[in-house]
């Protein structure tokens, strides 16, 4: 009997030890798991800057990028190309004009052309210009061109 008791104040200790260490283990297991969502929580918090820095440095790089092509386009040869089309513009309303000049012309009045007939009374006409006019010589001039 005595070995009984014995074995039972023996069990009853370790059965204390054990509670107690059973405690310990809930406790440590509690500040484990506070523990374990903390990190969790850090880890959200990392992968939001992460993500946050990821596309602040995408879109540094695609400014970077649109900037260089921004330089490389020279814009002196984009004013030149513009320069070049007025030009252009210029060049075919000015033809556009001159072809309607000389159509509408040649369709209003027909071809110059001195009458034999009336050559001598042209020619006596114009003498008597010169002789009223003292811009005679101006008009000589002018006329010997002519036809």
């Keep these: 009997m005595k070995l009984a008791l014995q074995e039972k104040l023996m069990q009853e200790k370790k059965l204390a030890a054990y509670q107690v260490q ?6 440590q297991t509690k500040t484990l798991t506070e523990k374990i969502d903390q990190l969790l929580v850090q880890s959200e918090e990392y992968n939001h800057r992460r993500l946050l820095l990821t596309s602040r440095v995408n879109v540094a790089i695609s400014l970077k990028d649109m900037n260089q092509t921004v330089i490389t386009v ?3 040869n984009i004013a030149k190309g513009f320069a070049r089309a007025e030009e252009q513009a ?5 033809e556009l004009e001159a072809s309607t000049y000389f159509a509408s012309t040649s369709k209003r ?5 001195i009458d034999p007939n009336l050559s001598s009374e042209i020619d006596n006409a114009l003498d008597e210009l ?5 811009e005679g010589s101006a008009i000589d001039a002018h006329l010997e061109g002519i036809p």
């Design 22 to 27: 059973f405690e310990t283990i809930q406790e």
């Design 74 to 76: 020279q814009t002196a």
């Design 90 to 94: 210029f060049l075919i309303e000015a």
């Design 109 to 113: 009045s027909a071809p110059q052309f």
């Design 130 to 134: 010169k002789a009223a006019g003292s």
